[in-house]
């Protein structure tokens, strides 16, 4: 068993203040005010693992040239069967930070460009490969603002206002 102490520890119900935090493995044993006989890792901030719950990570990687960007697909304004997960890059340098700043998941989504991006995928920011990172696709992509109106030199029936991003869709679902 090993510990860390929590001058702060947010556990999801409330904040607690110099407790140790005790495990096995993957396993929490215990949370205490007492130090236990055990090796002490770490002093610091503990929290639970952070979501992004709206990332184009692995997507458009940090620092790569935007024409390699796989977040929108300019084919088409409505891209239904699209998977973010099938265009995400492992190797993006952004994981490696997000682990660092606790922000262990992410739900991938296709960029706003398109009307009907493709479907999102939770994603475990830690994994090495994408079948490793996969957790399920998770909710579709809309935009019905702005983005989908300003990609009128893309492909496909594009939209130039909020009357034809409405048509379009309505051309679509009914």
Known sequence: MKAVK?????????VQKNVYVSFDGDSIMEVSRNKPDCEILEEGIVTPAFIDPHSHIGLDRAGEPGLESEANDKLDSM???ARAID???MDDHAFTE?????????V??????NILGGMGS???NFSKNTKDAFVKDIGVKMALGYNPRSTT???GTRPTTRMGVAAIIRENFT
């Open 6 to 14: 929590a001058n702060l520890l947010y556990d999801g119900k409330g």
């Open 79 to 81: 891209i239904p069967l």
């Open 87 to 89: 265009g995400v890059y």
């Open 98 to 106: 997000s682990v660092e700043n606790n922000v262990l998941y992410s």
């Open 108 to 113: 991938v989504l296709p960029g706003s460009g």
């Open 122 to 124: 939770l994603i475990r």
């Open 153 to 155: 030199e893309w492909k």
